[in-house]
């Protein structure tokens, strides 16, 4: 018995002194990257059609030399899949609108259709349907160079601009981020602006030229009404009977105007930044304009380029970026009180939004306290960031704490006015669930709507079960039945904002495990017990993109580090809560991460994990394969000391 008590003693020595320098590697690395004025920063990844379409802008407005467009074609062609086209996400097998938007851009910077790369581009895209069976958007950007009519395109009133607060539908029963692209568009679509770049793209029709068909496509149920109404729509603008036009498209003017950053941004998002600024065009702004140079020096500041590339992030993520760095490091042994965390914690108090945004609109309770994603985005604060920057400033200690947790409570009293009826949190918007909106000829990527979700809801209550802050007992009563309400059968939570029940389950189980640890035992057993389950054979967790598209593949895919760091963090949080440690599958966990570690004390790793539009638009954080790791081992370190 001694000896082997001396041998699990020694096993575990072992295996605390490789997480140890594990910990220690990565921290050194985080904090090698910390940016001088205090905040953390990594790429945002996502497809090609981002800077497609910001190469599409360039050409439209003539600013296309004074960039350095020529190096998007070397990014392009890296980018390019052996069958001929490009990907939504990694390993997808290719997406017919994102391989038409890149095969526009090649030819817009000057590739001939007979290049053998674009050659294969249209083989690929012919297979996939051509053309015709391309997304609303793509078919949009079409349009405007004159690649396809603008009659296939659907119709928005611009008389929406003007409907009161009181109609049962306004601009801001949208989600903000489909608000910010719509609305510039509604200007755009009415003019419907054809600019000559001197190429055309007859050759990517299946069907060929002079039989392509404009009509919207039907589904043969209800929704069929709105591709009558887009009829009555097209009919009105045809025969100048729209009501109200001049005034609307004023109004959509002023609005767009009102939005625009002091640093040019829209939104803090480039679909907004980009129809914005076609928008501005179809209003013959000047490119000069001081709003119109404040608009692309905004789109260059989301520009990535290299000796050999350039391309064009959708969004960018310092305030997330930096609340996650800060938790990891504080968790993993960096005194509360170090410089460098104390220089962070103080730039996410700096960016505290105290201004009213779009919420306020349905909001007419709150007063402003939340944080962005971004650097500057005053109109549109969110729950996940805010509530995982309150987290970090918890666990950081400032010179002035009475300060800190002013600012803190605030962003708390700001939350609890954003709680949906439901009983949980959307992102951006309280009570944003008019699901219709998602069946328009125009929302074909269906994410018009920013309802309230199982991942957001759990980070505000993780928040609040681990921060001396507190909420109406009945608000948080009604989000953990919420909670426990969308759990799935087999224990799982559907992910939202990541891919997808992995995330969805570690932040359920962390939010569980910290607000209601005794009353929820039977939800969390069953949550943690779903995670072992799904558990590679490599000590691994990994999750396909595609288990949006196919639910009966959820926790299935290859072994990702932040996946596997999401499957550890939930069931560390799950044994912390039930006393019951799911030991072995931790133990394979942690080795995974430890075998995949690289010797600079990063991990690497191809899949897309962050969900921008599930089953539309995916996303990769390049951090989120170094923070999340990090918590994961120092979490399971803690639990070595205690045992």
Request: charged letters at 20%; a negative charge; hydrophobic letters at 40%.
């Amino acid at each position: 018995m001694q000896i082997q008590a001396r041998n699990i003693s020694t096993k575990v020595t072992e295996v605390f002194s490789k997480v140890k320098e594990a910990i220690a590697a990565s921290q050194q690395y985080l904090l090698s990257i910390q940016y001088p004025e205090g905040y953390w920063w990594a790429e945002l990844e996502s497809n090609v059609t981002i800077t497609a379409e910001a190469v599409l802008l360039h050409k439209i407005w003539g600013t296309d030399t004074t960039r350095p467009l020529h190096k998007v074609e070397t990014y392009l062609r890296r980018q390019q899949r052996e069958h001929g086209g490009w990907e939504l996400f990694y390993g997808d097998g290719g997406d017919l609108s994102t391989s038409v938007e890149a095969y526009m851009a090649l030819r817009l910077l000057g590739v001939s259709a007979s290049d053998p790369a674009l050659v294969r581009a249209k083989a690929f895209i012919l297979s996939r349907g051509g053309i015709s069976k391309s997304r609303i958007f793509t078919k949009m950007h079409l349009a405007l160079i004159g690649c396809y009519d603008w009659r296939g395109v659907p119709s928005i009133p611009p008389w929406i601009m003007l409907l009161p607060e009181n109609f049962p539908f306004t601009i801001y029963e949208m989600s903000s981020w489909a608000r910010g692209s719509t609305v510039p568009l509604l200007i755009v679509f009415d003019k419907k602006p054809v600019y000559q770049c001197g190429i055309t793209l007859d050759e990517l029709y299946s069907e060929g030229i002079n039989h392509v068909r404009y009509d919207l496509p039907r589904n043969g149920d209800w929704t069929d009404v709105f591709v009558w109404l887009d009829g009555v729509f097209k009919f009105a603008e045809t025969n100048n009977l729209i009501p109200f036009r001049n005034e609307s498209l004023k109004a959509a003017e002023r609005w767009v105007l009102e939005r625009q950053e002091d640093t040019g941004d829209w939104g803090g998002i480039i679909p907004a930044m980009l129809n914005s600024l076609l928008a501005l065009r179809a209003l013959d702004y000047e490119v000069n304009d001081p709003i119109v140079h404040r608009g692309f020096k905004s789109v260059d500041n989301f520009a990535i380029e290299t000796e050999e590339t350039y391309h064009v992030q959708p969004c960018i993520s310092p305030v997330w970026d930096t609340a996650w760095v800060l938790r990891a490091l504080v968790e993993s042994g960096l005194k509360p009180d170090e410089p460098v965390l104390v220089k962070g914690a103080q730039w996410l108090l700096d960016k505290q939004i105290l201004d009213y945004g779009d919420w306020a609109v349905k909001n007419k309770e709150g007063t402003p306290g939340g944080w962005a994603f971004e650097f500057d985005n005053r109109w549109y604060p969110d729950l996940d960031d805010s509530a995982v920057v309150v987290m970090a400033l918890e666990q950081v200690k400032m010179p002035d704490e009475q300060l800190k947790y002013g600012a803190m409570r605030r962003c708390v009293r700001w939350m609890a006015t954003m709680q949906c009826k439901a009983g949980g949190w959307g992102a951006f918007d309280v009570n944003n669930d008019q699901n219709w909106l998602n069946y328009l000829p125009y929302a074909d990527l269906k994410a018009m709507i920013d309802p309230n979700t199982a991942d957001v809801t759990a980070r505000v209550l993780e928040m609040l079960g681990t921060c001396e802050l507190s909420m109406d007992h009945d608000r948080v009563k009604r989000a953990i039945a919420y909670l426990e309400q969308e759990q799935e059968a087999d224990g799982s939570w559907f992910g939202r904002w990541g891919v997808n029940y992995i995330y969805g389950t570690s932040g359920a189980l962390s939010a569980l495990a910290a607000i209601a640890p005794v009353t929820h035992q039977a939800q969390i057993e069953k949550g943690a017990a779903w995670l072992v389950g799904c558990q590679n054979p490599d000590g691994g967790w990994g999750e396909t993109c595609f288990s949006y598209n196919n639910p009966a593949l959820r926790g299935k895919g290859d072994s990702t580090a932040s996946q596997t760091a999401w499957g550890l963090i939930g069931l560390l949080a799950a044994g912390e809560a039930t006393g019951k440690f799911a030991k072995t599958a931790l133990e394979r966990g942690v080795n995974y991460l430890l075998a995949t570690q690289r010797p600079d004390g990063t991990w690497d790793e191809s899949y897309f994990t962050g969900t921008g539009f599930p089953c539309h638009f995916y996303l990769k954080y390049h951090l989120y394969l170094q923070y999340f790791p990090l918590i994961a081992l120092s979490r399971y370190q803690r639990l070595l000391g205690f045992n």
